[in-house]
Every structure is written in structure tokens, then in C-alpha cells.
Nanobody
Framework: EVQLVESGGGLVQPGGSLRLSCTVS????????MTWVRQAPGKGVEWVSS????????YYVDSVKGRFTISRDNAKNTLYLQMNSLKTEDTAVYYC??????????????????????????WGQGTQVTVSS
């Protein structure tokens, strides 16, 4: 059984930091490109970041560049998202998912809502991040 389990979410003040983790089992983690997406209340799914399985090349949505860092530890089968300088607009449920990166973009990046709706790839259940004073 494939499982992706996110953790590390919580309540943080603006300007604070959180590190999300996504622990993966049931697949050969090192062989998969991986992605983080988020869904804010009342909004659609937004692609946040991806990381390539071959050389760990990271990709980010413009709104998080310079603040978020995606990384992976293949020995621990774990994906991370370090989030610094958090803003209220970062409040959302964050999901990790397996993905496929080609030509500098990922399948999920092209249509994150459809990807989640159609279950393209493997997905976790999400972790809530709330940025509020």
C-alpha cells in the first residue's frame, strides 16, 4: 500500500517558520519527482514547489521564491518544505504528491486542481498551515 503522510503543520505568526515533512512508503521514493501543493479556504489547488528525482533541481511558484525551500532525504523516504517568512496568504492545507517533471515543469503544476481531483499520482491527506497573529 502506498502512503504519503504529511506532518509539521500548525499555527504560526506572520514572519515565522515551519517545516513540513512528507513520509512516503510503498514506492521507491528516490525514483519519483515530488511536489507540494496547497489549497486555501474557498480557493482552488495551487502548485507550490516540485523537486526532480534525478538531480534534486527545485521549482517554485513565484509567490514563495526566496521564502520556501523544498528538499528530500532519499535515505529516509521523506520530502520536506521549509517555509520561512510566512505570510497570512500562505494559510492553506498543504499536500505532497508524486509527480512527473519534464521540460522544467510538472504534470501537477500544469493543472493542480485536475490532478488532485483525478488522483493523478499518489497524494497525502494534507496538513493544515495557519499563519495568523
Amino acid at each position: 500500500e502506498v502512503q504519503l503522510v504529511e506532518s509539521g503543520g500548525g499555527l504560526v505568526q506572520p514572519g515565522g517558520s515551519l517545516r513540513l515533512s512528507c513520509t512516503v512508503s510503498g514506492i521507491t521514493f528516490r525514483s519519483y519527482d515530488m511536489t507540494w501543493v496547497r489549497q486555501a479556504p474557498g480557493k482552488g489547488v495551487e502548485w507550490v514547489s516540485s523537486i526532480d528525482s534525478h538531480d534534486d533541481t527545485p521549482y517554485y511558484v513565484d509567490s514563495v521564491k526566496g521564502r520556501f525551500t523544498i528538499s528530500r532525504d532519499n535515505a529516509k523516504n521523506t520530502l520536506y518544505l521549509q517555509m520561512n517568512s510566512l505570510k497570512t496568504e500562505d494559510t492553506a492545507v498543504y499536500y505532497c504528491a508524486t509527480d512527473l517533471i519534464s521540460g522544467g515543469s510538472s504534470v501537477i503544476q500544469k493543472d493542480p486542481g485536475r490532478s488532485r481531483e483525478d488522483g493523478i499520482g499518489y497524494w497525502g491527506q494534507g496538513t493544515q498551515v495557519t499563519v495568523s497573529s
